[in-house]
């Protein structure tokens, strides 16, 4: 059962925070839709409002001094150090979905744009592995793949794919028809 009030707000922010579908493959732009969903319809409110705004304190902190220099994982075990001095989450699993959700929204548009920037560049090599990276990190959420090989990256995937939890087509309950994807 799909939350509505979720879809909407995962709709609206993703209309807010993307520029642009334009070019990227339907699984991607599922993959994130999905993470957007799942960023609204599971953290509670405080802490989704908090990130996905910014209001924290240590993150504009942590945005000047070196956010921009950090990577996937990197952020992410911030994130999780964060959500446990400022909110108590302590719990590991928790810990670790919501940052892996709060860190995916606000990786997710910077690097369509570099995506499309590929694109455009007639790269078709350099976008398709691109796109499966992106993948890898976001929808197969597998970890630290920038230190992995193509090949352990692939054996992952393939280990992962009956676990991965998403709904199916998601991206086309959402009115984001404006910004098309490539079929």
Same mark, same amino acid.
């Given at each position: 059962?799909? %939350?509505k009030?979720?879809?909407?707000?995962?709709?609206?922010?993703?209309?807010?925070?993307?520029? +642009? &579908?334009?070019?990227?493959p339907? @699984?991607?732009? %599922?993959?994130?839709?999905?993470?957007?969903? *799942?960023?609204?319809?599971?953290?509670?409110?405080?802490?989704? *409002?908090? &990130?996905?705004?910014?209001?924290l304190?240590?993150m504009k902190?942590?945005?000047e /001094?070196?956010?921009? !220099?950090?990577? &996937?994982? /990197?952020k992410?075990?911030?994130?999780?150090?964060?959500?446990?001095? =400022?909110?108590?989450i302590? %719990?590991? +699993?928790?810990? *670790? @979905?919501?940052?892996?959700?709060?860190?995916a929204?606000?990786?997710?548009?910077?690097?369509?744009?570099y995506? /499309?920037?590929?694109?455009?560049?007639? =790269?078709?090599?350099?976008?398709?592995?691109?796109?499966?990276?992106?993948?890898? %990190?976001f929808?197969?959420?597998?970890?630290?793949?920038?230190?992995?090989?193509?090949?352990? $990256?692939k054996?992952?995937? #393939?280990?992962? @794919?009956?676990?991965?939890?998403?709904?199916?087509?998601? &991206? #086309? /309950?959402?009115?984001?028809? $404006?910004?098309?994807? !490539?079929?």
């Amino acid at each position: 059962m799909i %939350n509505k009030e979720a879809l909407k707000k995962a709709e609206s922010h993703i209309t807010e925070k993307i520029s +642009s &579908f334009s070019g990227i493959p339907e @699984e991607l732009i %599922n993959t994130v839709a999905n993470i957007y969903y *799942q960023y609204w319809s599971s953290l509670p409110e405080e802490i989704a *409002q908090t &990130f996905f705004y910014g209001d924290l304190p240590e993150m504009k902190n942590i945005e000047e /001094q070196i956010w921009g !220099k950090l990577t &996937f994982d /990197q952020k992410k075990t911030l994130v999780e150090k964060i959500l446990a001095a =400022d909110f108590g989450i302590v %719990n590991s +699993s928790l810990a *670790q @979905e919501y940052s892996f959700l709060i860190t995916a929204v606000e990786f997710s548009p910077k690097l369509l744009g570099y995506l /499309q920037n590929i694109r455009d560049k007639s =790269d078709d090599d350099g976008f398709n592995f691109a796109v499966e990276h992106m993948l890898w %990190n976001f929808k197969y959420r597998i970890k630290n793949t920038s230190t992995k090989t193509i090949l352990r $990256c692939k054996i992952e995937k #393939k280990m992962k @794919e009956g676990s991965v939890l998403e709904i199916k087509d998601l &991206f #086309k /309950q959402m009115n984001i028809g $404006c910004m098309r994807a !490539k079929a």
